[in-house]
């Protein structure tokens, strides 16, 4: 078996990507989908879906509309996530509701999201499995609404108690990774149990890897995360280091908490909630969370002891590693 | 053969929609779909779908889940259009981002479309043709997103031509009509020659109906249509009446009508437009269009002389005669 690694499927994606940016009447509609695919990013979905793909067949060219499907999903997700959000900034550029205004971003995300529904369906033809690879994808966008609508409903509560937010993350970013590795496996013909194994191995990488993602907005290092730093304190977006410090101060104190996040927000100035993390050892939590979330992944990959699962070992564990 | 009309059809349309509403968690996502579903309005696309599977079977339950797909799509492209037109009434009530805010909107609006999608591989399942509805349905969408964004293109320019706006109204309205009728055909298992014809129809009927929207906003009784009387002039929306108008005017006058169509909107008075609509007959040119649009829909149909079309000319006839 050709086992291909991270950094070879990446340009295999990155490749079949470029070759098939879209292009119509009026280009006003497709110029933020190829905008929003050259940004770049880490193509984890994509490569995912591919590496899952590869653990039965050598040549993972089949899958690449599937892989570009997801990354479709994805990009739709993010471009009416920064509308939401009020994101200035996505991989360090602008992000297309900036760039372009927000009416062109709700309407090319729409478009994605169709296009993403048409990709499967061409993945899907040769093998007559277009309509079983849709099902997965609606339920699990389904599951994706929920979760970035739990993320409103979350701002408008003190703050909900950490079960409820990693629920939450399951299901915005937890969900579409184990979809991706899902799809890959059905598409190469894996068992109902292998599928099911690769999912929650998925589903666990983006939990650890959303916590990882809400330590980064503070600990980060901007140029390499190419996010704003402390962007989540100054917007007064509840992240993981939030709920968990709220959960564990007493009731006077949260009401303290509450009020210096909000000046937080309105100063402008992350430091003193930075500040406050250190002192609580927050980093250090949240770190110890996200590994253990690692940990389980790869354990239940120890269960598929019968395939070559070593690049998607490498792949968590450079996703564990990302520089802090 | 059971020929059903439209009331009958209207009526096990809205008993299956009510009986189908959804529920999940978190319900935030899932109230203004709920809403919006239960404003009412024609259920025309959901019909015409009905009607198509009609013409070759006496139940139309298997189509119900198709039915309740169109109206989905349809009621996704409402909620998001209403938040990119700023449309504050819809159907005489409240539009959802009013209601429940522009996120909600957004997000309820991509469940709405991903529903959409899962209903008609719900639809296909029994015959296995899930995959082909939902491709059929991937195709237009994309269309209608064009024609949205062409809708909105077209705000930033002076005038398009009546040829560049009827090729918006038929992408933006026309396809969706048609396909709805398109899909009942498939359904029912009907010839290609067929399913085409009875698309062409449902293209023209949504055309006609398209150009007589626009004449209703100034022309039509605010209680029979429920929205906002001349909502397009105080908006500044360039509609047909004023697409028309604009190309018939000499550079120096068209000038002139773009300054007095701004300063309508700024006063939020549309009288002066009226007088000038009047004064040029435009309300008699855009009827006679209207019309023509309706009489090639039904000449489509009278090919279709194998079948009883009656049903689908009294729709056609009875949207045609739309109370001014």
Redesign the interface.
């Known amino acids: 078996m050709a086992l291909y690694e991270y950094a070879t499927l990446t340009d295999k994606f990155e490749s079949y990507l470029a070759s098939h940016q879209p292009y119509?009447?009026?280009d006003?509609?497709y110029e933020p989908i190829r905008y929003i695919n050259e940004l770049g990013g880490k193509r984890i979905r994509p490569v995912l879906l591919l590496m899952a793909y590869n653990l039965w067949h050598d040549d993972v060219t089949p899958a690449l509309p599937a892989a570009l499907a997801v990354e479709y999903f994805h990009n739709f997700s993010l471009m009416?996530d920064d509308?939401?959000d009020e994101a200035p900034l996505r991989r360090g550029k602008k992000t297309v509701h900036t760039l372009y205004g927000r009416?062109?971003a709700?309407?090319s995300?729409?478009?994605m999201?169709?296009?993403c529904?048409?990709l499967l369906?061409e993945a899907?033809?040769s093998q007559?499995i277009?309509?079983s690879l849709?099902?997965l994808m609606?339920?699990v966008?389904?599951e994706i609404?929920?979760g970035?609508?739990?993320d409103?409903?979350f701002e408008k509560m003190a703050s909900p108690s950490e079960e409820q937010y990693l629920d939450m993350i399951k299901r915005k970013t937890g969900c579409l990774l184990g979809t991706s590795l899902k799809l890959g496996a059905v598409m190469a013909g894996a068992s109902h149990q292998e599928v099911e194994t690769l999912n929650q191995f998925g589903e666990m990488m983006g939990m650890g890897f959303q916590v990882q993602d809400d330590f980064l907005d503070v600990f980060g290092d901007t140029t390499v995360t190419g996010k704003q730093k402390g962007g989540d304190i100054l917007r007064g977006k509840k992240n993981f280091l939030f709920v968990h410090t709220y959960n564990t101060l007493s009731p006077p104190d949260q009401k303290a908490f509450l009020k210096d996040y909000a000046q937080a927000a309105d100063d402008q100035d992350f430091n003193p909630i930075l500040d406050l993390y250190e002192n609580r050892n927050v980093g250090t939590y949240t770190q110890k969370l996200q590994t253990s979330f690692f940990e389980k992944g790869l354990a239940d990959l120890d269960t598929l002891n019968h395939l070559n699962t070593l690049p998607l070992k490498e792949l968590a564990v450079s996703l564990m590693s990302r520089d802090h």
């Open positions: 119509g009447s009026p006003s509609l009416h509308i939401m009416n062109n709700i309407l995300g729409d478009a999201l169709i296009r529904f048409d369906l899907g033809r007559d277009g309509a849709c099902s609606t339920k966008s389904l609404c929920e970035q609508q739990l409103m409903d």
